[in-house]
Nanobody, 130 residues
Framework: QVQLVESGGGLVQAGGSLRLSCAAS????????MGWFRQAPGKEREFVAV???????????YYADSVKGRFTISRDNAKNTVYLQMSSLKPEDTAVYYC????????????????????WGQGTQVTVSS
């Protein structure tokens, strides 16, 4: 399994931006599909975004409807890092954000589930004030 460490969370005003980073250990980072999930207090952990592994001709991404057009997931395999650029943030985006990894490349074909991912980071808090 790959080890994941998130960073970049913080407090931001509504309408602002943040970029989360997730640093991965291991030489096989490029073979993993990488995802972001979030969990607000009292709620279930929910899918945010996913990006395919680095093979193939096209790198695929998939987003939850609630963040589509505002968030962008990307990866830099040279740095073993996946990013989540968040813009036009809303108070309802407040949550702990988790990075996750999986070798199941089918996760980019539709709505990924938490159980589809075998490796998780410890999470980073994002708070959006109104």
């Amino acid at each position: 399994q790959v080890q994941l460490v998130e960073s970049g969370g913080g407090l931001v005003q509504a309408g602002g931006s943040l970029r989360l980073s997730c640093a991965a250990s291991g030489r096989t980072f490029s073979s993993y599909a990488m995802g972001w999930f979030r969990q607000a207090p009292g709620k279930e952990r929910e899918f945010v975004a996913v990006i395919s592994w680095s093979g193939g001709q096209t790198r695929q991404t998939y987003y939850a409807d609630s963040v589509k057009g505002r968030f962008t997931i990307s990866r830099d395999n040279a740095k073993n890092t996946v990013y989540l650029q968040m813009s036009s943030l809303k108070p309802e985006d407040t949550a702990v954000y988790y990075c996750a990894a999986t070798t199941d490349q089918q996760v980019v074909a539709g709505m990924p589930r938490r159980v589809d991912f075998g490796s998780w980071g410890q999470g980073t808090q994002v708070t959006v004030s109104s």
